[in-house]
């Protein structure tokens, strides 16, 4: 069954420092989505991708934040400058189509900032 | 942002009872429902959905209840087996949107024999 994977699993960064958390969807999906979910929170939206474009962001998904869709399989999710309170466990999730449709998500990537 | 609720944080139930995880909403224009089981250390995974033109949708063991007019909606789970051990989240997305979900806090069911 095909299944949305990220790397990696786990990513320790001091503050500061520049980190690219990587996905890749599954191959016939078109939506793709990051996530977060700060340790004892809600999952929260970071930000929906289409078309090569953001759809739509969240308030979280400030100028630190960018997406890239780099070639035909990875999404990837950079934070510039990371902040002690971005560690958290990022989610991808990516559809088939936009209206109504099942998201997927992938394992996670636990991040740590130090 | 309190759109999506699950008031009970915690839910015990005896192998081979009933499950019922409930969820309430706020927000009117919410159209379409998700429930997800996750595991500690793993992703969300894909239960069962619901569309607001609905008020049931069954799969298997599966079923989730949507009453409108309450803004209510609940997961059934029968029988219980200790394997759906996990925490449940309800979600929701909103109509004409980019299909951004809006999760509850979650609620951990535990099934003991």
């Known amino acids: 069954e095909p299944e949305v994977t990220q790397t990696p699993s786990h990513q320790v960064t001091q503050m500061g420092q520049e980190v690219i958390l990587r996905c890749v969807p599954i191959s016939n999906h078109l939506y793709f989505y990051w996530y977060r979910q700060i340790l004892g929170q809600k999952v929260e939206f970071l930000v929906s991708f289409y078309n090569n474009e953001i759809s739509e962001k969240s308030e979280i998904f400030d100028d630190q934040f960018s997406v890239e869709r780099p070639d035909g399989s990875n999404f990837t999710l950079k934070i510039r400058s990371t902040k002690l309170e971005d560690s958290a466990m990022y989610f991808c999730?990516?559809?088939?189509?936009?209206?109504?449709?099942?998201?997927?998500f992938g394992p996670g990537t636990r991040l740590t900032v130090l | 942002d309190q759109q999506v609720k699950q008031n009970s944080p915690s839910l015990s139930v005896q192998e081979g009872r009933i499950s019922i995880l409930n969820c309430d909403y706020t927000?009117?224009?919410?159209?379409?429902f998700l429930w997800y089981k996750k595991y500690p250390a793993e992703g969300p995974t894909f239960l069962i959905s619901i569309s607001s033109i609905k008020d049931k949708n069954e799969d298997g063991r599966f079923t989730v209840f949507l009453n409108k007019s309450a803004k209510h909606l609940s997961l059934h789970i029968v029988p219980s087996q200790p394997g759906d051990s996990a925490v449940y989240f309800c979600?929701?997305?909103?109509?004409?949107?980019?299909?951004?979900?809006?999760f509850g806090a979650g609620t951990r069911l535990a099934v003991h024999p």
């Open positions: 927000n009117s224009m919410f159209d379409y």
């Open positions: 979600a929701a997305s909103e109509a004409g949107g980019y299909n951004k979900l809006i």
């Open positions: 999730a990516s559809s088939e189509t936009r209206s109504t449709d099942t998201q997927y």
